[in-house]
């Protein structure tokens, strides 16, 4: 059984950078996507970005300057940095796997099979 | 385009049916994937597809897409629906994904 977990600190000061690992456990993370979701409090998800086997990742454009997403496949793990943080990206962070399939006609679609249960980061002085 | 819509609420007595919308050019192109989210709970995969459901979801609930706007519906809704539920796919470049606002599900 796959599982996800998501880990790093509770709390960032403006302005510095939030980081974060998501663990896989049971699977590989090989021939997955793999992405980044964050809910601030009380409000919507929002889709910060994803990485495939190091060679393909894409970023949320209105993130792309500030995220990077980045794979370790020797540990199993993909982390997050988020640099120069405010206090609007105080969220809960999930990590989540992206399955990529094609239909009967051979167009390709994506869902989110898995999921973390998510790390709340906090952005304070 | 980049935008999914959701109405914000819907209500549906116990044991009635309740259809939840999200709009969006992308859904002309790629299948939504529905969430389903409880309070301090991770979201859950409750649909996917032209009409797929994974495993250990049950069978009252349903999807479709027409045009623009993909649909969830609840046949029967049961107490343990009531929850935030999320529509999800590709944007139109297919390099970005997208939720939908969300729809608050109340069970009365």
């Known amino acids: 059984q796959v599982r996800l977990r998501e880990s790093g600190p509770g709390l960032v000061k403006p302005s510095e950078t939030l980081s974060l690992t998501c663990t896989v456990s049971?699977?590989?993370?090989?021939?997955?996507?793999w992405s980044w979701i964050r809910q601030s409090p009380g409000k919507g998800l929002e889709w910060i970005g994803y990485?495939?086997?190091?060679?393909?990742?894409n970023y949320n454009p209105s993130l792309k300057s500030r995220v990077t997403i980045s794979v370790d496949t020797s540990k199993n793990q993909v982390s997050l940095n988020l640099i120069s943080v405010t206090a609007a990206d105080t969220a809960v962070y999930y990590c989540?796997?992206?399955?990529?399939?094609?239909?009967?006609?051979?167009?390709?679609?994506?869902?989110?099979?898995?999921w973390g249960r998510g790390t709340l980061v906090t952005v304070s002085s | 385009s980049s935008e999914l819509t959701q109405d914000p609420a819907v209500s549906v007595a116990l044991g009635q049916a309740v259809r939840i919308t999200c709009q969006g050019d992308?859904?002309?192109?790629?299948?939504a994937s529905w969430y389903q989210q409880k309070p301090g709970q991770a979201p859950v995969l409750v649909l996917y597809g032209r009409n797929t459901r994974p495993s250990g979801i049950p069978d009252r609930f349903s999807g479709s897409t027409s045009g623009d706007i993909a649909s969830l519906t609840i046949t029967g809704a049961q107490a343990e629906d009531e929850a935030d539920y999320y529509c999800s796919s590709r944007d139109t470049s297919a390099k970005h994904s997208v939720f939908g606002s969300g729809t608050k599900v109340t069970v009365l």
């Open positions: 990485i495939y086997n190091s060679g393909d990742i």
């Open positions: 989540a796997r992206d399955v990529k399939y094609s239909d009967s006609s051979g167009y390709y679609h994506w869902y989110f099979d898995l």
């Open positions: 992308s859904l002309r192109s790629y299948y």
């Open positions: 049971g699977g590989s993370i090989s021939s997955y996507y």
